[in-house]
């Protein structure tokens, strides 16, 4: 069982790779793609130089062997003897099996777990190629001026604000009547914090004093009193907006604008973009090519 156990361990990098197919518990796990990107089925006694065994027509090639070994062999201080490596061969041997198997059973168009582990699989080979060559730092500097506005921050605000809660069932009248009496003063300019104690209601998630971004302030304000906030100047006071569970009465204290980091501060993030973005075209090329060479029949309703 320990060496079972050691030998599933060893196979999981290949398997995260893209290299293997997940056929569900009862299909165990095989070399997936190396059917679908470069076929290994051949005829004949004799196995090529590059192959260590032949399953009903599809060969295991030695470089999947060894990988596997030498996975098993790291976590062996001794190494791993003749019987050990034989018994790596053989559970490749019955991996493949089991995928034929599965295969033959229609597993790969019945089961909705395996067509999405195959699909997956797919795709990150596909995408795979492309994340391996490295892009140089004049062409991530172009990716990142021709997107600046993706890797743009947004600007910050500080708020502050009167709610007047509302009471479920009960009629908000009174409640928009103090919010319209706290929006006057406050634009009279009367001191905040003497219009809130007369007026407001305590907030079940008060704002904190500082410069937040849209995406934090959503949080505490939700998308209708944001909008309203993010309309005001500084020192401007919102008409009451009712949202959750009252009147919002807002009042903008600082505003930063959008800032643009530099290409150096933010490098693994324009790579890390730059490779999603390639994976995607690269994605849409593959998928374009073969649907092109695809026979491909719709129903009228959907055309």
């Known amino acids: 069982m320990s060496d079972d156990r050691d030998l599933d361990a060893a196979l999981a990098p290949a398997r ?36 260590v065994a032949r399953v009903n027509g599809v060969t295991i090639r030695a470089e999947d062997y060894e990988r596997v070994v030498a996975g098993l062999a790291q976590d062996r201080r001794d190494g791993i003897d003749a019987a050990q490596r034989r018994h790596v061969l053989d559970r490749l041997i019955d991996e493949e099996l089991l995928v034929q198997r599965g295969l033959a059973l229609g597993l790969a168009r019945s089961d909705r777990q395996v067509r999405s582990d ?16 490295e892009p ?16 743009t921050r947004p600007g910050r605000l500080r708020l502050r604000e009167v709610f007047c809660h509302t009471v479920a069932g009960a009629d908000d009248a ?55 906030a993010l309309a005001l100047n500084v020192g401007g006071v919102s008409d009451p907006v009712r949202a959750g569970a009252g009147y919002h009465v807002l009042q903008i204290l600082e505003r930063q604008g959008d800032t643009v980091p530099e290409f150096l501060e933010i490098k693994p993030q324009v790579l890390a973009e730059f490779r999603r973005q390639n994976g995607e075209q690269a994605l849409r090329a593959y998928l374009d090519d073969l649907r092109a060479r695809a026979d491909v029949l719709i129903t009228p309703a959907l055309r």
């Not at 059917?35 to 130089?49: D, E, F, N, T």
């Not at 997956?120 to 795979?128: E, K």
């Open 16 to 51: 995260r790779g893209g290299a293997w197919l997940a056929l569900g518990a009862a299909a165990g796990v095989g070399l997936a793609l190396s059917g679908l990107v470069h076929p290994l089925r051949m005829a004949g006694p004799a196995l090529p130089s590059d192959a």
């Open 118 to 133: 195959l699909t997956a699989a797919v795709i990150a080979s596909v995408v795979g190629q492309r994340d391996d060559a």
């Open 136 to 151: 140089t730092d004049s062409a991530l500097q172009a990716f990142y001026d021709a997107h600046r506005d993706f890797f």
């Open 174 to 228: 009174a409640a928009l009547a103090r919010a319209q009496q706290a929006s006057r003063r406050l634009q009279a300019g009367e001191a905040f914090d003497a219009v809130r104690a007369a007026l407001g209601d305590a907030e079940v998630s008060p704002l904190p004093d500082a410069l937040l971004p849209p995406a934090k302030l959503l949080d505490y304000l939700g998308p209708t009193a944001l909008q309203a």
